[in-house]
């Protein structure tokens, strides 16, 4: 499939038809070659790598046309490791901050009795200082 697509790319950027597909369809294992514009493509049917294959000096030589479709898989591959390491990294960190309750349940109920008692003393000695204020300002 990646060999159609990478044929699919190369052609469509040279010029060539698509016709010459249906001639000589890809198989799984060697090469296939394609004619271009004068040249050749040859085209790599297990991996899907295209090379440009010219007579130059009588001499027949292919160039591997870049393709950026691989460089992109890559990267996207090592994102994907750097991704999940530092998934990693933050479940650890996560872990290692996540604490136990300060109290437990009776600890609870006993502080908040005790913060209900301060909370009483405080109202008491408010009332008193209100009492004590009236008396100042009543007439004797």
């Not at 990693?88 to 109290?103: F, M, N, W």
Request: glycine share 4%; aromatic share 8%; with cysteine.
């Amino acid at each position: 499939m990646r060999a159609i697509l990478a044929a699919l790319v190369a052609f469509s950027a040279i010029g060539m038809p698509l016709a010459a597909l249906a001639q000589n369809p890809p198989s799984e294992e060697g090469y296939s070659l394609q004619p271009a514009v004068g040249d050749y493509l040859k085209i790599d049917r297990r991996t899907g790598d295209v090379a440009l294959c010219a007579s130059r000096g009588g001499a027949w030589s292919c160039e591997l046309i870049a393709e950026d479709r691989k460089a992109y898989e890559e990267r996207i591959v090592e994102l994907e490791a750097e991704n999940e390491k530092l998934e990693k990294r933050i479940e650890a960190l996560e872990a290692k901050h996540a604490r136990a309750p300060l109290l437990d349940a009776e600890e609870e109920r006993r502080f908040q009795e005790f913060l209900n008692l301060g909370d009483r003393m405080f109202r008491h000695f408010f009332d008193l200082v209100e009492r004590l204020r009236e008396r100042e300002e009543a007439p004797i």
